[in-house]
């Protein structure tokens, strides 16, 4: 490879500044060459902090930029798709935060966006290129459980800010789009199929009316997938599945630090206080450098990105059953195009 691509981030938001951009500064097929907020200032603050050389007082500017290859872009959910489809246009390749959008149908334009622009664009759940989701792959596809019968997932934490953008009906907020969506993609991954309908139960907030507590069950060809997700919960995640010869356990499935190792745990189910579990340990890796550079080399040779826009709508579908679920009370079936 001759070169890195040259990475533009639209916006100075949280996730962007405090994990994905140090992350993929650290890539060896990523560059973070310039950033733009809507106000030049921050933009300026932000880029002088992570030592990126170039700042822009609007999004526009940095789509016009001919030195930007590719674009992050972690803008409110109800963003995603507007400005991942000007970024295309501007013919700049984009990773998009997930969920990528708001409905499937938003989601499904730009499949014609990138078939008109020849860009790449994909969906960035960061967990998807891990060495410990990779390793459970890994062992499902070896058997090593046996065959993956059931999972159960739980993903919480607690914020009752009605400012906070994950509180905001109108952007996009809620347990379900946040962080259940994590949820659907690692049930989807892990049994490498898509269900055939879902059942759940969500609990809204009374004042903000997001989900603050949804339930739900996935009901797969090869099994069931059931999960809890929650934004006014003590913070916990945790993953089990389980098969008939055994069960693997991912400990911080999702939020992986990237200065400590992380463990997976494989359970022959012998003894319940815990002698039939082996540990494997992952060395301290930061998920989101992972990320930039399968990213980068998806653009760079010219193959599909880790998690490209089918896989997002395909997760979409899934979580608009769920919705639809949580006000008819009844089983749904997967709507897709």
């Known amino acids: 490879m001759s070169r890195k691509v040259r990475w533009g981030v639209l916006s100075t938001a949280n996730i962007g500044v405090r994990k994905v951009i140090p992350g993929m500064q650290q890539g060896e097929l990523t560059s973070v060459v ?14 002088a902090a992570l030592g990126i050389p170039t700042a822009y007082g609007s999004y526009e500017e940095l789509l016009a930029d001919p030195n930007v290859d590719a674009i992050y872009n972690p803008l409110p959910n109800n963003l995603h798709v507007p400005w991942t489809i000007k970024a295309a246009e501007a013919g700049k390749h984009v990773l998009c935060e997930k969920p990528i959008s708001l409905t499937v149908a938003e989601a499904e334009t730009l499949l014609a966006v990138r078939a008109r622009t020849g860009v790449k664009i994909g969906e960035a759940f960061m967990v998807r290129s891990h060495p410990q989701w990779l390793r459970l792959r890994a062992l499902l596809d070896e058997g090593h459980i046996g065959q993956l019968r059931s999972i159960f997932g ?6 009752i800010d009605p400012a906070n953008i994950r509180n905001r ?23 490498a199929q898509e269900p055939t309908r879902v059942v759940a139960i969500l609990d809204r907030d009374p004042q903000m009316h997001t989900d603050r507590l949804t339930s739900a069950i996935l009901d797969f060809p090869g099994g069931q997938a059931v999960f809890t997700c929650s934004t006014q919960l003590v913070p916990y995640q945790r993953f089990h599945f389980l098969g008939a010869k055994g069960r693997i356990e991912l400990e ?7 200065d400590r190792p992380t463990r997976l745990l494989v359970d022959s189910g012998s003894d319940l206080f815990g002698g039939g579990i082996t540990t494997e340990t992952f060395p301290a890796c930061d998920q989101y450098t992972l990320q930039g550079d399968a990213f980068s080399k998806a653009i760079l040779e010219d193959t599909e990105v880790p998690v490209p826009i089918e896989d997002a709508i395909r997760n979409m579908a899934v979580i608009e059953a769920i919705f639809r679920s949580g006000k008819t009370g009844q089983w749904e079936s997967l709507r897709r195009g």
């Open 169 to 191: 009906m109108d952007v996009g907020g809620g347990a379900l789009m946040d962080i259940g969506c994590y949820l659907v993609q690692a049930s989807r991954f892990a049994f």
């Open 154 to 159: 739980f993903f919480s934490y607690f914020n």
């Open 34 to 47: 310039a950033i733009a907020s809507r106000d030049l200032a921050r933009a300026r603050e932000k880029a």
């Open 252 to 258: 911080i499935p999702v939020n992986t630090p990237p």
